[in-house]
Each structure stands twice: as structure tokens, then as C-alpha cells.
């Protein structure tokens, strides 16, 4: 059982569209952390965050901490192709040193 | 690149060996951390290495072990090995090890056991 669960497993979108992928948890995290990964390589770092209710943007990424610290959601406005990878959602428990991750989210932007 | 080396890069061998991976932090991270990345587990975190002492672990069997040397690298070490081991195995390395710090990750090794 994952301590934090991703909807959804795959999506498959059109450039242009946008998509929203979600991180959800009963547990309170002192962090949650976003990565991306793709085929070959290891996770990268896309945002950190670490206040209830705090928003977080990076060019068309939004990133949301959910008020109550135990969930939050990813949204790309006007996806493209270069945004194709695994997402991942990680978080650090309260009181806790490991960082648990999420199985993640494959988004795939078709041309 | 995220500054985080990784040897070898890819591993065949066969059950019951036993393997070493290498990993080399970021210049001036003290912290490093295992995970595994298997297709139905995910990304699971194994151990934690702070400055040379174990400061947490994870979901690692008994069968592996981990150290952190004086220069700070890490090795990994993975004996009896079983077809279920077969996994990318990623190190990650931090500054310290509070709760907002940023690891990077390793492009990972890829071990394959048949």
C-alpha cells in the first residue's frame, strides 16, 4: 500500500490541452515534492512545497499544497510534447527523515 | 546532470551472485540515499547515509547492505541475489537532511538478475 496515492495512473492528451494529476494522502506531510522522470534516467526536482494552501508556478506548471498538508495536485496549462514523462509525487512525513513517493502519473502529449 | 554519479550503469548477472553499486554525491552533499524503482513496487526508499552513519532505513532486506566512506561516496551491496531484485537502483544526495531539502538524483543502475 503506497502512503501516497496518484490519480491518474496514465494520461494520454493533445497538445494544447490540459491536464491536472493528483497526490492524495492520510497522512500530514512537513513536505511534498513533485519530480519528473523520464525513460533512462533518474527523478528530477520540479517544486518543493511545504505551507498548507501554498501555490507554487513554474512557467505553465501550477502546484498546489493542500491545506491540511495531506494532498496536492499538479496542472499543465497547454501541454506539449516536452512535457511526456513520469511524474512523481514524494512527501516527508511529520517526524519522519525517509521521503515516501507515489507511483506516479505517465502523461504522454501527442504532436 | 544532477552532479550525482552512478557505477556501472547497467548489471546482468545471475541468482545467488552477489553485486557492488557505486554511487559518487553532488560536490558538498553530506547525505545519500538509496531507493529501488521496480515496475509494481515504484520508487521505494531503501537507506539514508549521513556524513558517514546510517540515519534511516527503509524497506532494504536484510540481504543488502549500504556504507558511506570517509570521501563520502557510497556502495551499495546486494548478495544472494533473486529474480524479484531485478530493478533500477537510483542514489540521491542532499546538503543535510531536513525535511525541505532537495535531492538529487542519479541517472541510476540497472540491474538485471536471471
Known amino acids: 500500500t503506497q502512503l501516497l496515492e496518484q490519480s491518474p495512473q496514465f494520461l494520454s492528451i493533445q497538445e494544447g490541452e490540459n491536464l491536472t494529476v493528483y497526490c492524495n494522502s492520510s497522512?500530514?506531510?512537513?513536505?511534498l515534492q513533485w519530480y519528473r522522470q523520464e525513460p533512462g534516467e533518474g527523478p528530477v526536482l520540479l517544486v518543493t512545497?511545504?505551507?498548507?494552501?501554498e501555490v507554487k508556478k513554474l512557467k505553465r506548471l501550477t502546484f498546489q499544497f493542500g491545506d491540511a498538508r495531506k494532498d496536492s495536485s499538479l496542472h499543465i496549462t497547454a501541454a506539449q510534447p516536452g512535457d511526456t514523462g513520469l511524474y512523481l509525487c514524494?512527501?516527508?512525513?511529520?517526524?519522519?527523515?525517509?521521503?515516501?513517493f507515489g507511483a506516479g502519473t505517465t502523461v504522454t502529449v501527442r504532436a | 546532470d544532477s552532479g550525482v554519479t552512478q557505477t556501472p550503469k547497467h548489471l546482468i548477472t545471475a541468482t545467488g551472485q552477489r553485486v557492488t553499486l557505486r554511487c559518487s554525491p553532488r560536490?558538498?552533499?553530506?547525505?545519500v540515499y538509496w531507493y529501488q524503482q521496480s515496475l509494481d513496487q515504484g520508487l521505494q526508499f531503501l537507506i539514508q547515509?549521513?556524513?558517514?552513519?546510517?540515519?534511516a532505513k527503509g524497506n532494504i532486506l536484510e540481504r543488502f547492505s549500504a556504507q558511506q566512506f570517509p570521501d563520502l561516496h557510497s556502495e551499495l551491496n546486494l548478495s544472494s541475489l533473486e529474480l524479484g531484485d531485478s530493478a533500477l537502483y537510483f542514489c540521491?544526495?542532499?546538503?543535510?537532511?531536513?525535511?525541505?531539502?532537495?535531492?538529487?538524483f542519479g541517472p541510476g543502475t540497472r540491474l538485471l538478475v536471471l
Open positions: 512545497v511545504v505551507t498548507g494552501g
Open positions: 514524494a512527501g516527508r512525513a511529520d517526524n519522519d527523515y525517509k521521503l515516501s
Open positions: 497522512s500530514v506531510f512537513s513536505s
Open positions: 547515509y549521513y556524513n558517514g552513519e546510517e540515519r
Open positions: 560536490s558538498g552533499d553530506l547525505s
Open positions: 540521491a544526495s542532499s546538503v543535510g537532511t531536513g525535511a525541505g531539502e532537495t535531492q538529487y
